[in-house]
């Protein structure tokens, strides 16, 4: 079982970035698919979650408005699109899967995680 997290990168405030995760190794329809977030010396933070039978939703209050979770069910694929980045948004970034049947925004519900991808935002 893999996630592969890539599209992390170095950008100014204010710019733009979309992460993608791929998944394998098994079949994650019944798992919600989400992203967390981690700053040094800070704890990993919920992001965003989707499933991928109805494509549900939801924000951390911090990114509501600004990031945007969807899927390519085809590619198997997760992706976060995050625009107006802050200073703040700076972390590394993991993609994880959490069966359906649990909650979806602590990383206690999380059976599997990708590897993470740096994104840095400059001021």
């Known amino acids: 079982v893999q996630l592969q997290a890539s599209g992390g990168g170095l950008v100014q405030a204010g710019d733009s970035l979309r992460l993608s995760c791929a998944a394998s190794g098994r079949t994650f329809s019944g798992y919600y698919m989400g992203w967390f977030r981690q700053a040094p010396g800070k704890e990993r933070e919920f992001v965003a979650p989707i499933t991928w039978s109805g494509g549900s939703t939801y924000y951390a209050r911090s990114v509501k408005g600004r990031f945007t979770i969807s899927r390519d069910n085809a590619k198997s694929t997760v992706f976060l699109q995050m625009n107006s980045l802050k200073p703040e948004d700076a972390a590394l970034y993991y993609c994880?899967?959490?069966?359906?049947?649990?909650?979806?925004?602590?990383?206690?519900?999380?059976?599997?995680w990708g590897q993470g991808t740096q994104v840095t935002v400059s001021s």
């Open positions: 994880a899967a959490a069966p359906l049947n649990r909650g979806f925004d602590q990383q206690k519900y999380y059976d599997y």
